[in-house]
């Protein structure tokens, strides 16, 4: 009795963080249909305002976060980010067919993948009893290096010390975050900052057994299962929109 109780609590527990990823790509197929909406027909122009970039940010850094966290629930994360980058790769040839600006060359999946690789690779020593120390050091990290790849550093979008010009001259250091002028990425999510904030979720994830269990949380089968399927909801969405939109632009 008290083992089925135990895993009735620890299933509300991976619940409750399918609830917050179901949450956040939900957010991203509907910020990718605003832009999607504003390319196609001019509507929705609200997509490039500071306080939607504020909230993009800030709905983006849960995603990382929680994947971090999750570490903690895979059996095998340097396949799962082998697998990650794998289908990444596949969508930057994919996505290079159809011209340079629609080229994803280093967006959310690769660094997903590589931040994955990294983890199963470095995951003994990554459970610090002082995890929650480097966790947030990381964040303190991810806002320092926020605007890197825009040519500075230091509080989030607050530019205090700017880069040297001559770093982002080097070749083939995007994926770093250090893009050069000519760079283009349909969907640009560098190492620095984002790894910083995927490895503080690793950190926290370390605690994730002392969090109190919610076992009488509500279930929502239709968010936890967009949850469970965010990777599948993320490659299919766009494909979706584009043939809704392209379909309504041909009839006007």
């Known amino acids: 009795m008290q083992e089925a109780l135990q895993e009735r609590k620890t299933t509300n527990r991976v619940i409750l963080l399918d609830y917050l990823r179901g949450i956040g790509i939900l957010f991203v197929m509907w910020y990718h249909l605003t832009f999607d909406l504003y390319s196609w027909f001019g509507i929705c122009d609200f997509i490039y305002s500071d306080g939607m970039n504020v909230f993009r940010d800030c709905m983006v850094a849960m995603l990382v976060l929680i994947s971090g966290i999750c570490c903690h629930f895979s059996r095998n994360n340097l396949k799962r980010g082998a697998v990650c980058f794998a289908i990444a790769m596949g969508l930057t040839g994919v996505t290079a067919l159809l011209g340079n600006e629609m080229c994803i060359k280093f967006g959310v999946l690769h660094m997903f993948g590589i931040s994955m690789m990294v983890y199963g690779l470095l995951a003994p020593l990554l459970k610090s009893r002082h995890g929650w120390i480097w966790g947030i050091l990381l964040i303190g990290g991810f806002l320092f290096t926020f605007s890197l790849s825009l040519g500075s550093l230091g509080i989030y979008r607050l530019p205090l010390i700017s880069v ?16 050069g002028k000519t760079f283009i990425s349909a969907d640009y999510y560098p190492l620095l900052p984002w790894t910083l904030l995927f490895f503080a979720g690793s950190f926290f994830g370390n605690y994730i057994k002392y969090i109190p269990k919610c076992d009488k949380m509500p279930e929502l089968k239709v968010l936890s299962f967009i949850g469970r399927h965010t990777l599948a909801l993320y490659l299919l969405h766009q494909p979706i929109f584009y043939g809704i939109l392209f379909l309504i632009a041909q009839m006007f």
């Open 164 to 179: 040297p010009d001559g770093l982002y001259q080097i070749p083939f250091l995007f994926w770093l975050g250090l893009p």
